[in-house]
């Protein structure tokens, strides 16, 4: 099953070979005695790359969870829980990734030496079980109630724009003022492109804006926003630094309503629990619940 995982992981036997410590032709021996005891074909294989099958592809899922539950069990009963290893899957979209969790590898990797990091980034929410991660970081409310959650902290978004923008187009000062510009839209969910005001009687209407570039990648409209595109409603964690540079301004901000959202390290639910999960979680809740990095 290790050799397996290997070679999924890396795409062929050669690579899978180096941290299994076999040759090639052994890792390959083990996978086709693997298949004959299956029934089954897992691989394709081809001069140039080796793919897996649909039965390849259930498989590899479930053997990652009995993999990660006899690294549990082991760790609990040889005394290694203070010793976390094995390689980390982590999935989370690329601004809060990027900005808030890569900054914190190396001492994290520097504290579990044993432990690899492998991080994927997806602005969309993927199913964890299905795409093989160990953990996920999400923002916003969870959808997915099977999941063990924690909660890191509260994020809030603001409205700003580059200073080049303003000086072409203006400030705007009220809501309504927003039909006269160009506002960078998102393809997500929680109505991203509605934004929230606050009223005088301390009511919220959402206020739908238009724009003429749209994204699903938030790293996108970022970009767009630096570049003087248009207004945008970003998330506090991938602007906090711009701001202070002078590189964006926050318009708009004694009208916009202050709606906190969640943070949350999520993993799924397993009878034994990783140590090396455990300590991800753990580090994260470390260094964001006292004093959040992105707080403004």
């Not at 410590?21 to 081809?46: C, F, H, M, N, Y």
């Amino acid at each position: 099953m290790q050799a397996f995982l290997q070679v999924v992981d890396h795409g062929g036997f050669s690579e899978a070979a180096k941290p299994l410590g076999l040759s090639p032709s052994a890792v390959s021996k083990l996978i086709s005695r693997l298949e004959d005891r299956l029934g089954a074909r897992l691989l394709q294989r081809t001069t140039r790359r080796v793919s897996l099958t649909a039965e390849g592809r259930v498989y590899a899922d479930q053997v990652r969870e009995i993999l990660a539950d006899i690294d549990a069990v082991e760790a609990s009963v040889g005394g290694a829980e203070a010793e976390p290893r094995g390689t980390l899957r982590v999935n989370v979209a690329h601004g809060f990734g990027m900005t808030q969790v890569v900054p914190l590898l190396p001492d994290f990797l520097a504290r579990y030496p044993k432990i690899d990091v492998q991080i994927t980034f997806a602005d969309q929410v993927v199913d964890l079980v299905a795409e093989g991660e160990d953990v996920g970081i999400r923002t916003g409310a969870l959808r997915d109630e099977t999941l063990i959650a924690r909660k890191l902290g509260e994020h809030r978004r603001i409205i700003c724009a580059a200073p080049g923008y303003l000086e072409k187009y203006g400030t705007p000062k009220t809501p309504e003022d927003l039909a006269q510009h160009n506002c960078l839209l998102f393809d997500g969910p929680e109505g991203l492109n509605e934004w929230p005001f606050r009223k005088p009687d301390g009511s919220i209407e959402r206020t739908a804006i238009r724009g003429n570039f749209r994204s699903s990648n938030g790293d996108a409209i970022f970009r767009m926003l630096l570049a003087g595109v248009g207004l945008c409603y970003a998330a506090d964690f991938g602007i906090r630094q711009a701001i202070e540079e002078g590189r964006l301004v926050p318009v708009l901000t004694e009208h916009t309503a202050d709606i906190l959202r969640p943070i949350h390290v999520v993993y799924p639910a397993r009878k034994h629990l990783a140590a090396k999960v455990r300590a991800f979680a753990d580090y994260l809740v470390e260094c964001y619940t006292l004093n959040p990095p992105w707080k403004m």
